[in-house]
């Protein structure tokens, strides 16, 4: 799978847009990009996917660049709740099954 | 819609016990896969199941072992204790898609409240 670069830590104001970005220069065409999020001390919570197509749902959207080699993560108005470790993930969709491997992630801090 | 589910939520052991964690997955799943979260650190891959079978092992030794059952649901087990295996223990469930070449292709990966391991 390929590695994946993320910032140690964001801040981002309360109801302000919160913009994560992940570097995956080495990405390839039948990698996936997933984000997973964890509240402290809690499992890590699944946030949204996708392969080359921008991508929207009820928690976030998903920009991915047209080569591929980097992504953003982007929460629309960021709550207090939100803040947690933002986890990229770069998956190969069939040799590797289903396993996920976890990089340090991304601290956001959302301030009132 | 019930989603993956842990117990216990917290276990304290010595060194040399032996533990056993259990998982129920999310309903409609039928794959589980385990994880140690270590202290400041992101979730590390223990293995998978699927079919009853382990699938895929990640770099734990064998005193990891696991088990799935005809419902879906998982343990798993850690003989000989160490100090250095206290840690949050992530249950993660998903559905299969098929197998491709031998290898095993599941869908999005949705994770339980884990159990926090601690060894005296």
């Known amino acids: 799978d390929a590695k994946t670069t993320q910032p140690p830590s964001m801040d981002c104001a309360e109801g302000r847009a919160a913009n994560l970005p992940c570097n995956h220069s080495?990405?390839?065409?039948?990698?996936?990009v997933y984000w997973y999020r964890q509240i402290h001390s809690q499992g890590p919570q699944y946030i949204i996917h996708g392969l080359k197509n921008n991508e929207t749902n009820e928690m976030a959207s998903l920009i991915i660049t047209e080569d591929r080699k980097s992504s953003t993560l982007i929460l629309p108005h960021a709550t207090l709740r939100d803040t947690a470790v933002y986890y990229c993930i770069v998956r190969v969709a069939a040799s590797s099954g289903s396993r996920l491997t976890f990089g340090e992630g991304t601290q956001l801090t959302v301030n009132p | 819609d019930a989603g993956v589910t842990q117990s216990p939520t917290h276990l304290i052991k010595t060194r040399g016990q032996q533990v056993t964690l259990r998982c129920s997955p999310k309903?409609?799943?039928?794959?589980v896969s385990w994880y140690q979260q270590a202290l400041g650190q992101g979730p590390q891959f223990i293995f998978q199941?699927?079919?009853?079978?382990?699938?895929q092992r990640g770099n734990f030794p064998d005193r990891f072992s696991g088990h799935q059952f005809p419902n879906y649901s998982s343990e798993l087990n850690v003989n000989a204790l160490l100090l250095g295996d206290s840690a949050l223990y992530l249950c993660?469930?998903?559905?299969?898609?098929?197998?491709?070449?031998?290898?095993?292709?599941?869908?999005?990966?949705?994770f339980g409240p884990g159990t926090r391991l601690t060894v005296l």
């Open positions: 199941y699927y079919e009853e079978e382990e699938r």
């Open positions: 080495t990405i390839s065409g039948n990698e996936y």
């Open positions: 993660a469930s998903s559905l299969a898609l098929g197998l491709a070449g031998g290898h095993l292709e599941a869908d999005t990966q949705y």
């Open positions: 309903s409609g799943h039928d794959t």
